[in-house]
């Protein structure tokens, strides 16, 4: 395997494909995850894996101190300030920066029962109108926010069954009865007998695409007749400005395979 001049960062499961991608290619890279979690998901992967959040500083240093060559930006669509810093560090050092884009499916589905929003206190907002009983399958990042303007409504969370996520939980005031710790993603069927259970009035969900099983996340919503409230994916934005001229931007998995193939090619 070549010396890792690459520096891949995202705990995603398509950070997880892009760098089995490079290791079919023999090409060294390290892979940066938030948490534990992370690096569990990254268990059998050739490259180095670095564990820990770094601020704009701190991931310029790294790379910096690693002679990063290239970085691979295959972190959450909605981690916005994540990017935002690996933005900022590659302008600063000089690296070339490619962004991974995960596919979005948010134009396959519409129905009046489907409510796109951009915004937690929108989602909210519309969440009062609608019901009592919310599922939220957002993940534990903005759990506290949720809890906090939904606080007149039965709120339950399905999360990751980590340690830290539980204990963020219980500090946001969730009982037992509102905690389903689970590792997605899941069928269509698995999530309309889980809706079912939890006797949700409505969902509220993010724009996860294919890997985050997005669909199998709305279709039960509709075969139950409840709403789904859907938080529409941010801008990256840097400066006030949208990224579009700065980085690479790739867009799927079949298009970062080509793209690549291609540089490993002109290597």
């Known amino acids: 395997m070549t010396t890792s001049l ?14 089995q991608m490079l290791d079919e290619a023999g090409t060294g890279y390290r892979l940066s ?18 564990c820990g959040r770094m601020d704009v500083d701190q991931m310029s240093d790294y790379l910096q101190q690693k002679r990063v060559k290239q970085v691979i930006d295959a972190s959450h669509p ?48 519309l969440a009062k109108q609608l019901g009592k009983r919310v599922l939220l399958t957002t993940g534990s990042k903005q759990l506290a926010d949720y809890v906090k303007q939904l606080s007149d409504m039965t709120v339950m969370a399905r999360v990751l069954p980590t340690a830290d996520v539980l204990a963020l939980c219980e500090a946001c005031g969730l009982t037992v009865d509102q905690i389903f710790a689970l590792k997605g993603p899941f069928s269509a069927e698995f999530n309309l007998a889980m809706y079912q259970f939890c ?69």
């Open 199 to 267: 006797r949700a009035d409505m969902v509220i969900t993010k724009e996860s695409g294919a890997q985050g099983g997005f669909k199998q996340k709305v279709e039960p919503c509709l075969t139950l007749g409840i709403p789904c409230i859907i938080v529409c994916r941010p801008d990256i934005l840097i400066s006030g400005d949208v990224v579009t001229n700065d980085i690479i931007k790739v867009s799927g998995l079949a298009e970062m395979a080509r793209f690549l193939a291609q540089q490993i090619y002109q290597e």
């Open 6 to 19: 690459i520096h891949v960062f995202g705990g995603t499961s398509d950070a997880r494909q892009i760098c």
């Open 78 to 125: 909605y981690a916005e300030l994540l990017s935002q810093n690996i933005f900022q560090a590659c302008k600063r050092l000089g690296i070339s920066l490619i962004r991974y884009e995960r596919t979005s499916e948010i134009d396959e589905v519409s129905h009046p029962l489907i409510h796109r929003v951009s915004t937690i206190d929108q989602a909210c907002h």
């Open 33 to 50: 995850v938030a948490s534990t979690a992370g690096v569990q998901q990254a268990g059998g992967l050739k490259g180095e894996i670095v």
